[in-house]
T-cell receptor
């Protein structure tokens, strides 16, 4: 079955710097890779996703890159702001289309 | 537009008491529904998922059960709560079939504390 590993578990950056979170997956048939942001006490919210027919997708300050050969995908946040502080989860679908989530990355943006 | 409602937001229950958490979805038909649990500072553990009325799949053996009495209603229950049942419970839905239609939409969660 699908296995998703996420690194790092915690990340602290200075406001204005960039943050990168990386995930690897095991099932080469996976073709959809979402990223979720979870603020304290709230449910995760989808912030960006990428399908296997593209290598990169950008939405303002956030971007996701996908390397299908190496089976890894990354979330890039540029010009970080304090409101970017949250827990971020990557995910990939298993063979029955259930999302398998990474273990999460706690991002702290220091003002 | 589709919305997901989950209640209550917080709950404090004594050990051995029953539990019922409810989740409803509006604006869609035949959704896939999911219950997740999140321990403090930890990841998302899938507990149950359902692809239709009365169809429940359990991911982990535990003290909890789930039911789907209506197309857009998903209920998480326990007959006798344990201390280890404490956590943040999240309901989510996705479109029928593949997950690629937009991923999951999560509810706002229920913080359960068993004392």
């Amino acid at each position: 079955g699908e296995n998703v590993e996420q690194h790092p578990s915690t990340l602290s950056v200075q406001e204005g710097d960039s943050a990168v979170i990386k995930c690897t997956y095991s099932d080469s048939a996976s073709n959809y890779f979402p990223w979720y942001k979870q603020e304290l006490g709230k449910g995760p919210q989808l912030i960006i996703d990428i399908r296997s027919n593209v290598g990169e997708k950008k939405d303002q300050r956030i971007a996701v890159t996908l390397n299908k050969t190496a089976k890894h995908f990354s979330l890039h946040i540029t010009e970080t702001q304090p409101e970017d502080s949250a827990v971020y989860f990557c995910a990939a679908p298993d063979s029955s289309y259930k999302l398998i989530f990474g273990s999460g990355t706690r991002l702290l943006v220091r003002p | 537009s589709q919305t997901i409602h989950q209640w209550p937001a917080t709950l404090v229950q004594p050990v051995g008491s029953p539990l019922s958490l409810e989740c409803t979805v509006e604006g869609t038909s035949n959704p896939n529904l999911y219950w997740y649990r999140q321990a403090a500072g930890r990841g998302l553990q899938l507990l149950f998922y359902s692809v239709g009325i009365g169809q429940i799949s359990s991911e982990v053996p535990q003290n909890l059960s789930a039911s789907r009495p209506q197309d857009r209603q998903f209920i998480l229950s326990s007959k006798k709560l344990l201390l280890s049942d404490s956590g943040f419970y999240l309901c989510a839905w996705s479109g029928p079939g593949t997950v690629e239609g937009g991923g999951y939409t999560f509810g706002s969660g229920t913080r359960l504390t068993v004392v």
